[in-house]
């Protein structure tokens, strides 16, 4: 568990995932709305040297982030809220292709994108009444030996 009491802490928790993402690595964040999803995927982006603002997909469903410097990963950032219940359309985004060449992070990936990689990490975010948010980290694969290095 790790205690994010602000939005800075939870961008400063994305920076330090984002360092250690590279092309294939697949994340699914968790949580409600207003967990702090977005917030830590703008600390993904600073960690992994993209480009481009990063705002919710919401309506989109996707965003690619080019990386900042020549060999960089790029990040693929998805929100997979308006596709729950939809699985056949997270197929159709293609998203396995991505995890080749970038990293892919899924808000409200969870029950719809686990059959893309056997080796991925779940970020589950939940707000406390005093608006601290609380990361659980859910380690599959590859990830349960990485995990470490965030905590």
Known sequence: ??????????????????????????VLLAGPLGAGKTVL???????????????????????VHKPGEPGGVPLVHVDAYRLIGHVEEVDDLDLDSDLTEAAVVIEWGEGLAEQL???????????????????????????????????
């Open 41 to 63: 995927v703008r600390g993904i982006a600073v960690g992994l040297g993209v480009r481009g603002r990063v705002s919710s997909p919401t309506f989109v469903i996707e965003r």
């Open 117 to 151: 990689a056997d080796d991925y990490l779940v970020v589950r975010l939940e707000r406390q009444p005093d608006d601290t948010r609380i990361a659980r980290l859910e380690p599959h694969g590859a990830w349960t030996s990485r995990v470490g290095q965030l905590t």
């Open 1 to 26: 568990m790790i205690s994010l009491p602000t939005p800075e802490d939870t961008v400063e928790f994305g920076q330090r995932l984002g360092k250690i993402l590279g092309a294939g690595d697949l």
